[in-house]
C-alpha cells in the first residue's frame, strides 16, 4: 500500500506557474513508476505525465512543452512544474504509482492514488 499526499494546487491567472508535490509513504519508491493525472469538471479523469524508475517520462499533448515533471527519490517526492497554465487546465490534479517498468497515461493501470489538489486557472 502505497500513502500518497499532494500539495501545491491553487488559483492562478492564464499565463502563470504552479509546482505541485506528491509524497509518497512507501520503501523503495525509486522502484515505482509515479504519474500526474487530472479530473476537470463533468470529464473523464486523464493522464498528464509519468516517470518511470529510469527516469524516462510521458507527457499527454496538451501539456507538453508547458509542463514538467520531475522526481525526488531521496524525498520520496514527485513534482509537476506547470507553466504558461490555461483555464483549460483547471481540474483536481492527483498522483498516482504503480508497481513495474512501464508508466503509461492510463488511468486504469495505476492502483494507488492521492487524494487530489485543486487547480484553477482564470482568464
Known amino acids: 500500500q502505497v500513502h500518497l499526499v499532494e500539495s501545491g494546487g491553487g488559483s492562478v491567472q492564464a499565463g502563470g506557474s504552479l509546482r505541485l508535490a506528491c509524497v509518497a509513504s512507501v520503501v523503495r519508491y525509486s522502484t515505482y513508476c509515479v504519474g500526474w493525472f487530472r479530473q476537470a469538471p463533468g470529464k473523464e479523469r486523464e493522464g498528464v505525465a509519468t516517470v518511470a524508475s529510469d527516469g524516462s517520462t510521458t507527457y499527454a499533448d496538451s501539456v507538453k512543452g508547458r509542463f514538467t515533471i520531475s522526481r525526488a527519490n531521496a524525498k520520496n517526492t514527485l513534482y509537476l512544474q506547470m507553466d504558461s497554465l490555461r483555464p483549460e487546465d483547471t481540474a483536481i490534479y492527483y498522483c498516482?504509482?504503480?508497481?513495474?517498468?512501464?508508466?503509461?497515461?492510463?488511468?486504469?493501470?495505476?492502483?494507488?492514488w492521492g487524494q487530489g489538489t485543486q487547480v484553477t486557472v482564470s482568464s
Open positions: 498516482a504509482a504503480r508497481t513495474g517498468g512501464v508508466c503509461p497515461l492510463v488511468v486504469w493501470s495505476y492502483n494507488q
